[in-house]
Nanobody, 124 residues
Framework: QVQLVESGGGLVQAGGSLRLSCAAS????????MGWFRQAPGKEREFVAA????????YYSDSVKGRFTISRDNAKNTVYLQMNSLKPEDTAVYYC?????????????????WGQGTQVTVSS
């Protein structure tokens, strides 16, 4: 079992930045692809970003490409999402996820383990 706890969410003005963290426990995340998803009110959960086991490959949705950066520190068992140039449409609950397979997260938008989420609100 892997437990995931997100932090770093909050209220920010449009154009601002936030850095989300996802701390894992229970198992090392070094054998898992890690991802971030988000869900806005009234909308389905959507894929945001993912990073391979050692961080050599990253994947982004078109809506965040060039603005968000995913990274990981396996020694700290933590994954990050740096969010810059935030827009009101980025407002959502952001979830951290872990899965052994890249396609499960990137293609199927599914994962074996999920965090509880952290709220990000971007005001205009």
């Amino acid at each position: 079992q892997v437990q995931l706890v997100e932090s770093g969410g909050g209220l920010v003005q449009a154009g601002g930045s936030l850095r989300l963290s996802c701390a894992a426990s229970g198992r090392t995340i070094s054998s898992y692809v890690m991802g971030w998803f988000r869900q806005a009110p009234g909308k389905e959960r959507e894929f945001v970003a993912a990073i391979s086991w050692k961080g050599g490959s990253t994947y982004y949705s078109d809506s965040v490409k060039g603005r968000f950066t995913i990274s990981r520190d396996n020694a700290k068992n933590t994954v990050y999402l740096q969010m810059n140039s935030l827009k009101p449409e980025d407002t959502a609950v952001y979830y951290c996820a872990a899965d052994p397979l890249t396609n499960t997260i990137v293609v199927s938008s599914r994962a074996r383990y999920w965090g509880q989420g952290t709220q990000v609100t971007v005001s205009s």
